[in-house]
């Protein structure tokens, strides 16, 4: 059987036989022989935006791969820094190569004080975090003005390495701000993720202490989300990133996509749920209420995956193991149970909506001593890696500016009617 379809145009009888590669068509083919008319995909739904190296993704069996190394593994074995050094070079480092990566982080993580200062002070003492995070990764952009050389791969290697150190020290100070608390510097003999919680919740000196299973688990999480392929923010980068806006610029806007609740707000948004549920009791009437239509089970339901979230199962895992810890937490008798009754309801089934990413993080988070309002900037930091190496991606490609098309469905031509005679 030919892998190609043939297309043709009824009006003229013209006909063009196009490959399918990779399960894809090539959309310059079809607008060869169709000028004019559109694939209508607002979602992109259908739409192939991008050929990608970075992230394999097969919704259908529940399968994740960066680089071709399965998500499980990674998570398992490895680190953040070297999930992003893979992500960004496409390899996995050599001893040396990871040695001099860590080292570049590492050295990169100040902020200066008076951009951090001026960029946070104005906003008002109870402003969300990620409202700060977004606003000061765009503000990053004027300090570098040398990042607008995104043709010279040495600068955009440069910003990536500011980039990915300096995030957790802008979301932490964002948090500080936000309940009031000293700034607390980075401490460069720390790795990625007991820094960053340092700069959280350190509260005196000298020192912080952190059971290493804790920033362990942290670093799991961040290893977990620090890609996801076409996702919204990542598209939101490319898009951006396509009218040869600076990467911060770049970044900012993908953080502003990361912000809404159908995306990386989900994570906050199940914890007010669960809150919301407050007993196992409740938990059926909610359901019931989900089905009529009364909002979203969050946490729950995936674009792409309609079998099983696989971050969803090591998460949960690691959400026994920082319990432990920590203690459990109170709502996870709630998310257990609403993940029962759920599944085992045809609407959640037959619809496909299994839980995803956000469903367990949040009880993670919080277990971890993390509010409710950081937990999407908890996303945006290793996600950081992931939209870095699709902008770089798609610079090396030399990619045109995405600029779709659309449907037009107003009013035809009319005369403009002066205000007097309206
Ligand atoms: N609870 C109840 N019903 C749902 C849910 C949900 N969470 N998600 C989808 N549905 C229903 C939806 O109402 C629709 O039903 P019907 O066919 O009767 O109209 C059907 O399932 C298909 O939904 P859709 O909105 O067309 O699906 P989508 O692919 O456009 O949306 C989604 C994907 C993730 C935005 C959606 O499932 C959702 O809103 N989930 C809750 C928010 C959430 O957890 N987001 C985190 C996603 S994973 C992390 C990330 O990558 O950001």
Redesign the pocket.
Known sequence: MPESITITDNRTGETIEVPIVDGAIDGAAWSKLLKGVWFYDP?FSTTAAAESAITELDGENGILRYRGYPIEQLAEHSTYLEVAYLLIFGELPLPAELAAWTHEITTHTYVHDNFRRKLFDPYHYDAHPMGLLTSSVAGMSTFYPDAKNIDDAGVRTEQMVRLIAKIPTLAAAAYRFSVGMPYVFPDNDLDYATNFLAMMFKVAEPGFECPPALSKALDVLFILHAD?EQ??STTAARVVGSSHADPYSTVAAACAALYG????G?NE?VLRMLDEIGSIDNVEPFVDA?KEGKG????????VYKNFDPRATIIKKAAYDVFEHTGKNPLLDIALTLEEVALADDYFVS?K?YP???FYSGLIYEALGFPTNIFTVLFAIPRTAGWLSHWNEMLEQGSRIARPRQVYAGPAVRDYVPISQR
Do not use: E, I, T, Y
């Not at 609740?261 to 990386?264: C, K, L």
């Open positions: 979602s996801h996702n919204c609740p159908r995306h990386g989900a948004a989900v979203r089970l969050m946490g729950f339901g995936h674009r619809r909506l995803n990413v956000d």
